[in-house]
Each structure stands twice: as C-alpha cells, then as structure tokens.
C-alpha cells in the first residue's frame, strides 16, 4: 500500500526495516510548538488592542471592549483546548463522519431566516443569545477530520480510481455550495484548496487531479462572473487606485497602511489608519495594522511562527506515517495545509496580492469562533505530538541500550 509520504512533502518513503528515529530533545524542543502557539495568541491580543481602541471607544464607550471579549474567546478556547488535548485521536477518526454531518445541518440552519444572523450582507452566523457562532469555522477543521478518516479506510481506492478520488469531493462540494449561498467566498476556498492538498498527498493519479483543478477554477470563474459583488472586488483588487474612495478604498488603505511600516514601523500604537480609515482594522485586516505599527521586523516575526507551525505539522505527519499512525498523519497534515494556507491568504488579500475575502489570520484576528477552533485544531496537533513521543519512549524502552551519542538529536 502507497503510504502517505509518497509525496514529496512528507518527505521519502519509510521502508519496512527502518524505524525512525524520533530522539527527545530537551524541555524547549519538546513544548516548542506550544510555546509558538501560545505566544501568536498573546502577540495577536496586543495587536487587536492596539487596532480596536479606536473603533471600541466610539461604538462601544470603552475603548477595551473589543479586547476583552477576544481575551474571553481565548480563554474559552484554552478550556475546551484542555479537554481535547486529553481525547485519543482515535476518538476523532470513530466520530468524524457523525461530526461533518451535524455541520453540514449547522451551515443549512444558518440559511434559514430568524436563525442565520445577517451582518453586512453575509448570512454566516448563527445566534444563540449570549453568543454567536460562524459555522463555517468549525466546518473547516471538520473537513479535514473527516478527509482523515476516508484517506485511511478508502485510501487505495483513492488511487486506483476517479469514483473514490471523487467521492469525498461531492461532501466537501456540498459544504461549498452552502458557503457559497451565505455567502461565503473565502471559507470555500480554504475548504476546497485544503482538500485538494490532503487528497494530493494521498497520492491521487495526477491527470485526475489536474482535472478537477481545472474544472474547480472554471466553476470559480463563473462564480465570480454571475455574482456583481464578486466582480466589483475582482475589478478593485486589479486596480484598487482607480476608485480609491469606494470600491477600492478597503484596498488602498491596507496598502498606505503597510507602505507606512517601513523596516521597523511607527510603534506599537502608532497606527493612523486604524483610525477609522481601514475597515475591519481588527479582523481581517489586522495584519496591515501589524506592518504599519511594527513594520518588516514585526511581520517576520509572524511569518516565522506560522512558518514553523506548518513545518512542525508536516514533520509530524510523516513521524506518523512512518509509525503506523495514518489518521494522525492525515490529520496533522491537513491542520498545517489550512493554518498556512488561511494565513497566506489573509496576508495575501492585505497586501494586494490576492481578491479581498473574508479570512481571518489564525488566532490573531478578532473573532469567537476562530479562536476556539482554532484552540481545538492545535489542541488536537499537541495530542498527536504527545501520542507519537509516547509510542517513541515504547520504542526505546524495548531497544537494547544506546550510547548517549545515539540518544541525542531532533526532537519529534
């Protein structure tokens, strides 16, 4: 059987007689993933502070209020973060397909008038009272769960034939289609892209995937086409500066915002467009503040630690793969393909590159419902570290006793 590494991005092939060597390292080797996380939460929080206060002091009459509620939405998220840090990720595998059923009923619940909540034109929320909670965020890592499970129980089929290559997609496709109705552009795409990589990975015959990459942009294309607000934001994103003060506004203040940063910034606090010239300074447009206030050295540090959370994700999926442990491979590796593609995107659509699109930067951007799925997603990637240095800490014990040189190396 073709395993998961048959790509190059989980690296070479493990052969029956070589068991990898998964060394401890020290206490910081060992938690750095952790660390990573918990410290692009708290840089995040400082940054929603700095870009909110402005926008909270005149709609909220405390310019602490957008804050304070995210330090709410992290704490929640550290909580159910705790409890799923202690479920077996074979747990996941058994339920997944339970699981992406109910959000698929969710995200139809959510099109259903006096349950959807409607904000700024997108239908994308649905309000429980105390809270809200977007749907489309849970639906992302469900996706990836679910697409675990089918690789490992159909993986063969995967390979040897469209049917099972296409089977998944008619799931994932109806999750887009729902997204597309709320509408929800950027959340499809994620889903869709993610998908595409995982099913890729797996080792789905490259004429089969080249096809559906094709038909997928036509389909996009006359998404775009038919949908006049989609064209607007196409048309702005070619040219933001031939309507600076209406289509393209959004645009062309991220970009003076980012032009403004410089090598090292105007200082934490010192952003002039967060007030009130940029729109959603503190969601999706948090990272132009970031480049303003702390300009190229601030950015680097934030593309260095999603950098590292994708590699760390990559290494244990194929750590995984070559244990045994497919569905955690899967699992890990779907989690690093979302976590970099969203914040590629994001910073993307800041800089210009890319269609504005309603994507948040993973756990730096205001919002409930992305930070506590996203607290589940890296909650999950810790259990899987932990389960994979504890099969390792199994294999050693059963190993005749090695020279300390053999016991030094990379941590997992």
């Given at each position: 059987m073709t395993s998961i590494v048959s790509r190059t991005v989980m690296g070479r092939q493990s052969t029956a007689n070589t068991k990898p060597e998964m060394p401890v390292g020290g206490w910081l080797a060992s938690h750095a993933l952790l660390i990573v996380l918990v410290g692009l939460s708290l840089f995040g929080l400082v940054i929603i502070a700095s870009a909110s206060m402005p926008?909270?002091?005149?709609?909220?009459?405390?310019?602490?209020?957008?804050?304070?509620?995210?330090?709410?939405?992290?704490?929640?998220?550290?909580?159910?973060?705790?409890?799923?840090?202690?479920?077996?990720?074979?747990?996941?595998?058994?339920?997944?397909?339970?699981?992406?059923?109910?959000?698929?009923?969710?995200?139809?619940?959510?099109?259903?008038?006096?349950?959807?909540?409607?904000?700024?034109?997108?239908?994308?929320?649905?309000?429980?009272?105390?809270?809200?909670?977007?749907?489309?965020?849970?639906?992302?890592?469900?996706?990836?769960?679910?697409?675990?499970?089918?690789?490992?129980?159909?993986?063969?089929?995967?390979?040897?034939?469209?049917h099972g290559f296409l089977r998944p997609l008619l799931l994932i496709g109806v999750a887009s289609v729902l997204l597309l109705l709320e509408p929800d552009f950027g959340a499809a795409f994620v889903i869709v892209t993610t998908s595409l990589a995982m099913l890729f990975i797996a080792g789905v015959r490259v004429s089969q995937f080249l096809a559906m990459i094709l038909?997928?942009?036509?389909?996009?294309?006359?998404?775009?086409?038919?949908?006049?607000?989609?064209?607007?934001?196409l048309s702005s994103f070619l040219d933001p500066f031939s309507d600076p003060f209406d289509s393209g506004f959004q645009l062309t203040q991220s970009l003076i915002a980012i032009g403004s940063g410089g090598f090292s910034g105007l200082g934490l606090g010192g952003s002039v467009q967060k007030l009130f010239y940029l729109p959603e300074a503190h969601t999706d447009f948090l990272f132009a503040i970031l480049c303003e206030e702390l300009g190229f050295l601030g950015v680097l540090a934030v593309v260095a630690a999603y950098g590292f959370i994708v590699w760390r994700s990559f290494r244990l999926a194929r750590t995984a793969d070559e244990l045994g442990f497919r569905f955690a491979g899967y699992l890990a590796l779907g989690i690093g393909v979302w976590i970099g593609l969203q914040a590629f995107v994001n910073m993307g659509v800041n800089m210009g590159i890319l269609p504005t699109k309603g994507i948040t930067l993973p756990m730096m951007s205001y919002g409930g419902s992305s930070a506590v799925v996203f607290a589940i997603a890296f909650a999950i990637l810790l259990r899987i570290e932990s389960e994979l240095r504890h099969q390792q800490h199994e294999e050693l014990s059963t190993r005749k006793p090695l020279s300390k040189s053999h016991h030094r190396g990379r941590a997992i």
């Amino acid at each position: 059987m073709t395993s998961i590494v048959s790509r190059t991005v989980m690296g070479r092939q493990s052969t029956a007689n070589t068991k990898p060597e998964m060394p401890v390292g020290g206490w910081l080797a060992s938690h750095a993933l952790l660390i990573v996380l918990v410290g692009l939460s708290l840089f995040g929080l400082v940054i929603i502070a700095s870009a909110s206060m402005p926008y909270a002091a005149e709609t909220h009459g405390n310019p602490f209020y957008i804050v304070m509620r995210q330090l709410v939405f992290l704490v929640i998220g550290l909580l159910v973060g705790c409890v799923v840090y202690r479920i077996p990720i074979a747990f996941w595998e058994r339920v997944a397909l339970p699981l992406i059923l109910v959000s698929l009923f969710c995200l139809a619940l959510v099109l259903v008038p006096g349950i959807g909540k409607e904000v700024n034109g997108s239908r994308r929320w649905i309000d429980l009272g105390v809270l809200t909670v977007q749907v489309s965020e849970a639906v992302k890592l469900l996706i990836i769960v679910y697409l675990a499970g089918y690789l490992v129980r159909r993986g063969e089929l995967v390979r040897e034939s469209f049917h099972g290559f296409l089977r998944p997609l008619l799931l994932i496709g109806v999750a887009s289609v729902l997204l597309l109705l709320e509408p929800d552009f950027g959340a499809a795409f994620v889903i869709v892209t993610t998908s595409l990589a995982m099913l890729f990975i797996a080792g789905v015959r490259v004429s089969q995937f080249l096809a559906m990459i094709l038909s997928l942009s036509v389909v996009g294309l006359i998404v775009i086409v038919i949908s006049p607000y989609r064209m607007r934001r196409l048309s702005s994103f070619l040219d933001p500066f031939s309507d600076p003060f209406d289509s393209g506004f959004q645009l062309t203040q991220s970009l003076i915002a980012i032009g403004s940063g410089g090598f090292s910034g105007l200082g934490l606090g010192g952003s002039v467009q967060k007030l009130f010239y940029l729109p959603e300074a503190h969601t999706d447009f948090l990272f132009a503040i970031l480049c303003e206030e702390l300009g190229f050295l601030g950015v680097l540090a934030v593309v260095a630690a999603y950098g590292f959370i994708v590699w760390r994700s990559f290494r244990l999926a194929r750590t995984a793969d070559e244990l045994g442990f497919r569905f955690a491979g899967y699992l890990a590796l779907g989690i690093g393909v979302w976590i970099g593609l969203q914040a590629f995107v994001n910073m993307g659509v800041n800089m210009g590159i890319l269609p504005t699109k309603g994507i948040t930067l993973p756990m730096m951007s205001y919002g409930g419902s992305s930070a506590v799925v996203f607290a589940i997603a890296f909650a999950i990637l810790l259990r899987i570290e932990s389960e994979l240095r504890h099969q390792q800490h199994e294999e050693l014990s059963t190993r005749k006793p090695l020279s300390k040189s053999h016991h030094r190396g990379r941590a997992i």
